[in-house]
């Protein structure tokens, strides 16, 4: 790409005791507090699992991890840094900084699951797929393409798609695995990122809702509709490449479920209503519970008699400054 | 941002009162973003908003209710209820009539996925109700608003 990032026109000092929005504050302090380095995760611990992957298993695992490095590096080194410009205050600025970087660490930490695990060879072939599969650079290319357009809402609505909801066709294959205590170090990782992606979702959701205070009626519907026309078409490329990795195995299907429920996710991260309706975002409990052990039905008081309730688990209460 | 904004609010400012009573059986917590706010937009039932800000009139139930709010806070779930949260509850008078919880959250948070409603309802000793994700979907919308009904319902058949 030849076409240079536009760079913010004008800096001042940045001054953290005076702030215009205190959601700026609060992301900068919860991304702060969230970081991590892929040092931290005992990976070398994955490698008796690994090998009890097949072939099959193992190609489509670092293919699907090669796929989430092209999209970490490009949300890195373009995605967050031209949201820089647009920013409405100087302490928004510096948090895309440093979602830069973290999406940068996150992109690094890819390799080092694969240097555990793989030999030198794979690794360049499982690369060499990345550059050759159709619709991983369709994606990526699609949302380059807004990334350098002259529309900074747009900009925040490729942005968040590509975080909130991207990502998810190659997240489920170590939630996956996780769920059959396989690669359970390297699913630990992932969270991380997982948990990364849905700060930075939320918050680049938030700017482009504040972004659309004041604006005309039409041009808020204009954003709508872009919004939706972009979602489908990632969807139907997402679909496509669902089926490039994971048919293989037999769980393209399932795999589709969780594009439809991180879609809707993604789309209320804008301010929008969910797309697909509960019949097709039906997530196999087993990933859900991989992702977050707190979402399991069970604890639906109103669909059951009520008389079953039972607190899952001793949660520490006390560290909340209650006053009882 | 005009310097006006930026004075302390007078310590005792007699135009604003110290406390507001409200009647409503859903009271609910929603940060500046407002996710949660639109969920109980859409839930369309009475209900009464905790205060974002420190100056604003303190929030006192005058009827049972149930607490509806999102999740925040650190890698251990440390700080996960919003203060404002902690101050509704640490009035006693709101605490006695809690009657149940329900939360908001992102699974993607994993362990701390409505650490917050968790951790009341464990507690307060009062049930967790329900969980969603985000704003919820137009399912969630429906399955909140018609078991809040049954909820009701049964107890006060409970209380006769």
Known sequence: ?324 | MPASSLATPPMHDHAVPAEVLTNSKLIYFSSASGYTHRFVEKLDLGCARIPLLNHEPHLVAAEPYVLLLPTYGGEKGERSIPPQVVKFLNDERNRNLLRGVIGAGNTNFGTTYCLAAIKIAAKCNVPLLYKFELMGTPEDVTRVREGLEVFWTRKSQYLK
């Not at chain 1, 001042?12 to 991304?31: F, P, Y």
């Not at chain 1, 890195?76 to 973290?102: C, K, Q, R, W």
């Open chain 1, 1 to 324: 790409m030849t076409e240079k990032l536009k760079l913010a026109s004008h800096v001042e000092a940045i001054n953290w005791n005076r702030i215009q929005d205190d959601k700026d504050v609060e992301v900068w302090n919860r991304l702060v507090n969230n970081f991590w380095l892929p040092e931290k995760i005992p990976l070398s611990n994955d490698v008796q699992s690994w090998n009890t992957l097949t072939e099959a298993e193992k190609l489509l695992t670092m293919r699907v991890f090669t796929g989430l490095t092209l999209l970490d590096t490009l949300q890195g080194t373009v995605g967050a840094v031209s949201l820089i410009p647009d920013a409405l205050t100087p302490h928004e600025e510096a948090v895309y900084t440093n979602i830069a970087f973290m999406e940068s660490v996150h992109a690094k930490s890819y390799s080092s699951i694969f240097s555990t695990l793989c030999s030198t060879k794979e690794i360049d072939d499982a690369f060499r797929w990345s550059t050759e599969n159709e619709n991983l650079q369709k994606k990526a290319q699609i949302i380059e393409s807004y990334y350098y357009g002259e529309d900074a809402l747009k900009r925040k609505i490729a942005s968040t798609l590509l975080e909130s909801f991207l990502f998810y066709s190659g997240f489920y294959l170590p939630m996956y695995w996780s769920s059959r205590a396989k690669l359970t170090n390297t699913a630990d990782l992932i969270r991380l990122i997982i948990r990364d992606e849905a700060v930075h979702g939320y918050y680049i959701g938030y700017k482009f809702q504040k972004g659309l205070e004041g604006l005309s009626e039409e041009r808020k519907q204009e954003l709508k509709d872009y919004t939706f026309e972009l979602m489908f078409e990632l969807y139907e490329n997402e679909v496509q490449y669902t089926h490039d990795l994971y048919d293989g195995v037999g769980l393209a299907e399932d795999v589709k479920k969780f594009l439809h429920y991180n879609a809707n996710k993604a789309l209320m991260n804008l301010g929008y209503e969910a797309m697909f309706p509960a019949s097709v975002t039906d997530v196999n409990p087993a990933i859900l519970s991989a992702l977050s052990p707190n979402a399991d039905e069970n604890h639906d008081f109103f669909s059951g008699s009520g008389s079953s309730y039972v607190i899952g688990k001793a949660v520490n209460t006390e560290d909340e400054d209650w006053d009882f």
